[in-house]
T-cell receptor, first 111, second 119 residues
Framework: SQQGEEDPQALSIQEGENATMNCSYK?????LQWYRQNSGRGLVHLIL?????REKHSGRLRVTLDTSKKSSSLLITASRAADTASYFC???????????FGSGTQLTVLP | KAGVTQTPRYLIKTRGQQVTLSCSPI?????VSWYQQTPGQGLQFLFE???????NKGNFPGRFSGRQFSNSRSEMNVSTLELGDSALYLC??????????????????FGAGSRLTVL
């Protein structure tokens, strides 16, 4: 079963714009992770935010976490066509290496 | 440093057959996890192996099994294939020795996947 939902399911923007996607989860967590998946390929780890952190940055990525609302958001600034991919949030369940993934947001960045 | 290698990348089977997928983790990684990805169910955890032992198992029938070898390479097997087993099977490795759940040692590195089509 999936831990949570992501919204929107699909997002289409122009190059240079910012993209924001949201993730909600159901149970308490130690951390929340974001992954990117290019069409039909494996997932690439983007960022991990711990439950005691509220915001984290990595390059053009900004992740926020609100444990009281059980939600997280991923902001990609100054999007590029190469950012076109599906983005998933994931939380460890039980084992730190057993992840439960959200449903994903399909981001399309138009040149 | 070589990434996670999965073979075969694509395969087609018919109902009732069985299939074995292989995963070679990053050198030095001792944990291997398997995930199934389908359009309907999304990404679902199958199982995790660490030091040749299955540590966790997802909610899949017994037709799905796996093993890990002493060199950390892993295989998963699906017997008596059903149409619904058509999916992208993803393998991920991690160092797996982090004491803290938030340790970077637990971050997963995924392979490109094996796409199974069952006819």
């Amino acid at each position: 079963s999936q831990q949570g939902e992501e919204d929107p399911q699909a997002l289409s923007i122009q190059e240079g714009e910012n993209a924001t996607m949201n993730c909600s989860y159901k149970t308490s967590i130690n951390n929340l992770q974001w992954y990117r998946q290019n069409s039909g390929r494996g997932l690439v780890h983007l960022i991990l935010i711990r439950s005691n952190e509220r915001e984290k940055h990595s390059g053009r990525l900004r992740v926020t976490l609100d444990t009281s609302k059980k939600s997280s958001s991923l902001l990609i600034t100054a999007s590029r066509a190469a950012d076109t991919a599906s983005y998933f949030c994931a939380t460890p369940q039980g084992s730190a290496r057993q992840l439960t993934f959200g449903s994903g947001t399909q981001l399309t960045v138009l040149p | 440093k070589a990434g996670v290698t999965q073979t075969p990348r694509y395969l087609i089977k018919t109902r009732g057959q069985q299939v074995t997928l292989s995963c070679s983790p990053i050198s030095g990684h001792r944990s291997v996890s398997w995930y199934q990805q389908t359009p309907g169910q999304g990404l679902q955890f199958l199982f995790e192996y660490f030091s040749e032992t299955q540590r966790n198992k997802g909610n899949f029938p017994g037709r799905f099994s796996g093993r890990q070898f002493s060199n950390s390479r892993s295989e998963m097997n699906v017997s008596t294939l059903e149409l619904g087993d058509s999916a992208l099977y993803l393998c991920a490795s991690s160092v797996g020795q982090g004491a803290s759940p938030n340790s970077g040692a637990n971050v997963l590195t995924f392979g490109a996947g094996s796409r199974l089509t069952v006819l």
